[in-house]
T-cell receptor, first 110, second 113 residues
Framework: EAGVTQSPTHLIKTRGQQATLRCSPI?????VYWYQQALGLGLQFLLW???????NRGNFPPRFSGRQFPNYSSELNVNALELEDSALYLC?????????FGQGTRLTVV | GQQVMQIPQYQHVQEGEDFTTYCNSS?????IQWYKQRPGGHPVFLIQ?????EVKKQKRLTFQFGEAKKNSSLHITATQTTDVGTYFC?????????????FGKGTKLSVIP
């Protein structure tokens, strides 16, 4: 069974551009969680989607947004990129008791 | 908001020595989860503790959940080079989905052969 898959693996963008990151949860999982892992800051909760709806968002500006599609895959969009947005973006889906993380997208903003 | 603190931030041990990382939450937790992230990898679930005072073992790893359900520890006996990585504790955010987690900043373990 395939795990959580994320694409692309690496993404390099220029400040001010937009980035789109994608995530496919494990088959049968309806919830998708997005986390940002910036250097030295641990994992910070970004967004939670369930059954196509945004259920909650973390303490991030509105530049960070996303959506969940009918097949439960998800997109994270980051607009007006800033240098400090450079981080590993992790997507997770869950089945009690554990959360399964994808390999992440390494976003570099130059 | 909820804060989860972890110490130490870094730990270097000689292979064969023991290792312990400690986790403290500013709020009472319904459960606590531990994850391991290898260098260049993604977090991988290790265990979930739910009950007050719970102790669980996985081979050389021992996990404890405090009586007040606000602190936890992970102890590794006789470390091996395969134990290298960053260990994170995480607790569910109050009133949110079970996997909207607040993570500690992690303890990065280096094992010297």
């Amino acid at each position: 069974e395939a795990g959580v898959t994320q694409s692309p693996t690496h993404l390099i963008k220029t400040r001010g551009q937009q980035a789109t990151l994608r995530c496919s949860p494990i088959s049968g999982h309806t919830s998708v969680y997005w986390y940002q892992q910036a250097l030295g800051l641990g994992l910070q909760f970004l967004l939670w989607y369930d059954e196509g709806e945004e259920r909650n968002r973390g303490n991030f500006p509105p530049r960070f947004s996303g959506r969940q599609f009918p097949n439960y895959s998800s997109e994270l969009n980051v607009n007006a990129l800033e240098l400090e947005d450079s981080a590993l973006y992790l997507c997770a889906s869950s089945y009690q008791p554990e959360a399964f993380f994808g390999q992440g997208t390494r976003l570099t903003v130059v | 908001g909820q804060q989860v603190m972890q110490i130490p931030q870094y730990q270097h041990v000689q292979e064969g020595e023991d290792f312990t990382t400690y986790c403290n939450s500013s709020t009472t937790l319904s459960n606590i989860q531990w994850y391991k992230q290898r260098p260049g990898g993604h977090p991988v679930f290790l265990i979930q503790l739910v009950k007050s005072g719970e102790v669980k073992k996985q081979k050389r790893l021992t996990f404890q959940f405090g009586e007040a359900k606000k602190n936890s520890s992970l102890h590794i006996t006789a470390t091996q080079t395969t134990d290298v990585g960053t260990y994170f504790c995480a607790g569910p955010s109050p009133g949110a989905g079970s996997y909207q987690l607040t993570f500690g900043k992690g303890t990065k373990l280096s094992v010297i052969p």
